[in-house]
């Protein structure tokens, strides 16, 4: 007979029912999809903005006022910084270039000439008086003649400036060149002499905003964060931000947009634990008590209706219904007897079964107390 056969994997298997892999993914099938956006809304809706974040920190990014948070970090970092933490070379000649003033030519003139290991460089002074005359070889040269016939003869290298006039009657003591400021001077100095020169201008804080706006030119809090402190999550995240949030308009995008999926998900893994849709699932499907019974046996929970009576009722009445699958004349009573054995065992060995059921079965309960069975 086709049950023995049953009966006789049933007994190498040691399996008191159907399996039914995924049970919670099935049942949540079984409610309607009002059922669970209620259900999810009423026991899952957060207004808890800090735990909302802490589980979906996108949240945080489409609600933040970057404007406001991106000009306070800048100005906190302005106040916080100096020259010496933002120096870089070729920042400190760009601003100098952009900036220069005859107070910087001067003192970049002045640093540059220390530098030098001869005094070619130094003001040209005429030793004599005379006149003026001016050549322009190789190089300019500037000749004094006096009135009695001596000659001297001063050579004027680059980057001097020449301070008198062929012709011009000097008398000793005159400057006839000084040095004068040249680009190429800029490019000498080192970062320590490029920041003297912002510092004796008395621009190092103009110097260390434009720095710092320059640095952060385009970014939002996100890349700002991320690229500060890595990637946060949680309160850490919220507490660092959270004054620059809209924490309602967080809590309604939070409403208006949680995935469907995700709620589905939620509300499938409660239906272990929850009375009221256990209920609900079996007033849509009286079958569905199989899937019920392996959801309960896989996960430890008091909080559901595995110990009643109609539930323990309607799990023997539909195994031995749905074991059978439309079969019926092939099996007798016997037969249908030993199928409730094995149910009244399946919900022995997972659940407590309840008085009412052992009296009504007791012809049944053979296979609970059997030895022969319980291996």
């Keep these: 007979m086709k049950y023995i056969k049953k009966f006789e994997n049933f007994v190498e298997n040691k399996t008191w029912s159907k399996i039914y892999e995924n049970a919670s993914d099935d049942l949540i099938d079984e409610l309607s999809d009002d059922t ?6 009423k ?3 957060n207004d808890d903005v800090e735990e909302l974040v802490s589980l979906w920190p996108d949240l ?3 609600h933040i006022d970057d404007e406001s948070f991106v000009e306070d970090f800048i100005n906190d970092e302005i106040n916080n910084l100096g020259i010496e933490d933002v120096s870089n070379k070729d920042d400190l000649r760009d601003f100098i270039e952009d900036n220069l003033t005859t107070k910087k030519e001067n003192k970049i003139i002045e640093l540059w000439k220390d530098k030098q290991d001869d005094n070619k460089n130094n003001d040209k002074v005429s030793k004599i008086d005379g006149t003026v005359s001016i050549i322009k070889d190789d190089e300019y040269k500037i000749i004094i003649t006096s009135n009695d016939g001596i000659i001297k003869n001063y050579k004027i290298p680059e980057p ?8 011009q009657i000097v008398s000793k003591g005159t400057t006839l060149s000084t040095l004068a400021y040249d680009d190429d001077m800029l490019a000498d100095l080192d ?4 920041r003297e020169v912002i510092e004796d201008s008395g621009e190092a804080d103009d110097y260390v905003e434009k720095i710092i706006r320059k640095r952060y030119e385009g970014e939002d809090a996100q890349s700002i964060i991320e690229n500060m402190l890595g990637k946060l999550e949680g309160k850490e995240l919220y507490d660092m931000v959270q004054n620059y949030l809209d924490d309602d308009a967080i809590i309604q995008d939070y409403k208006d947009n949680e995935d469907y999926g995700y709620k589905k998900e939620v509300v499938a893994d409660s239906i272990y634990r929850d009375i009221d849709l256990q209920r609900e699932i079996l007033e849509n499907n009286k079958n569905n008590v199989l899937k019920l019974a392996e959801l309960f046996a896989e996960n430890s929970s008091s909080n559901n209706i595995s110990d009643e009576y109609e539930f323990q009722k309607l799990y023997i009445e539909e195994y031995v219904k749905d074991y059978i699958d439309g079969d019926e004349d092939s099996y007798d009573e016997k037969e249908r007897g030993d199928l409730r054995a094995k149910a009244l065992k399946y919900l022995n ?3 407590e079964l309840d008085s009412d059921i052992e009296t009504e079965y007791e012809k049944d309960m053979w296979m609970v107390s ?3 069975y319980n291996l």
Excluded: A, P
């Design 191 to 194: 970062e320590d002499e490029l």
């Design 43 to 45: 026991h899952y809706t």
């Design 370 to 372: 059997s030895g022969k």
């Design 160 to 167: 001097h400036e020449i301070l008198v006039d062929d012709g």
């Design 60 to 62: 945080i990014w489409r």
């Design 349 to 351: 060995d997972n659940f």
């Design 36 to 41: 669970i956006e209620e259900y999810y809304d």
